[in-house]
């Protein structure tokens, strides 16, 4: 069964400020997926990562995929108040007919000025 | 301009009673996948089509059901709602097989 874990689940910065939330998955994938959403809105498109060592990056928001270790990164750099917003991770299950994409659980990240 | 269109934006049903949510894109996209999302979860994708092609998630209710009846348009029909499937349901596209999506505003469910 494909599991995907999201850390942390909240996430409060100062504006500023670099850090990075982590997106583990269980089994096999050949792509991996970073959405945005704003409270109460529809989800917005951020990164495909489809290559072990792929980086993709948009303004202050770079993903990294290393799919030996099963890991996906998001790293935010010098954070502002307009990045506020819940972060998904969903991996799609390579193969086999059940649960082919599987989402995180979510970060909420919260900027502070 | 909107380039995936969700209607309506809000939908209040009764207790199994049938409803149909639309979709419709300008995009001429391959894809279309239908999400459903409850309150401060993760948002959780029911099926997509390729084209004509009905992929249906191994997890999803037999009273989930959609249609394509061209590349434009899709329809998520819930035949007998629930309480349970009130909720946000996203439609997106993408132009290849889960390549980079393009989602709606959402149609917001609400079962009475």
């Known amino acids: 069964e494909l599991k995907v874990e999201q850390n942390p689940l909240f996430l409060s910065m100062q504006e500023g400020k670099n850090y990075t939330i982590y997106c583990n998955y269980s089994t096999t994938s050949d792509r991996l997926y970073w959405y945005r959403q704003d409270p109460g809105k529809s989800l917005e498109s951020l990164f495909v990562?489809?290559?072990?060592?792929a980086v993709k990056q948009e303004g202050r928001l770079m993903a990294s995929l290393d799919t030996k270790a099963r890991l996906s990164t998001l790293h935010i750099t010098a954070a502002v108040h307009d990045l506020s917003a819940t972060y998904f991770c969903a991996v799609r299950r390579y193969g086999g007919s059940q649960g082919n994409l599987i989402f995180g659980k979510g970060t909420k990240l919260s900027v502070k000025p | 301009d909107a380039m995936v269109i969700q209607n309506p934006r809000y939908q209040v049903t009764q207790f199994g009673k049938p409803v149909t949510l639309s979709c419709s894109q300008t995009l001429n996209h391959n894809v279309m996948y239908w999400y459903q999302q409850k309150s401060s979860q993760a948002p959780k994708l029911l099926f997509h089509?390729?084209?004509?092609?009905?992929?249906n998630e191994a997890d999803t209710p037999d009273n989930f059901q959609s249609r394509r009846p061209n590349t434009s348009f899709c329809f998520l029909d819930i035949r007998s709602p629930g309480l349970g499937d009130a909720a946000m349901y996203l439609c997106?596209?993408?132009?290849?097989?889960?390549?980079?999506?393009?989602f709606g505003a959402g149609t917001r469910l609400s079962v009475l």
């Open positions: 089509y390729y084209d004509k092609d009905f992929n």
């Open positions: 997106a596209t993408s132009r290849e097989d889960f390549y980079i999506q393009y």
């Open positions: 990562l489809l290559s072990n060592g």
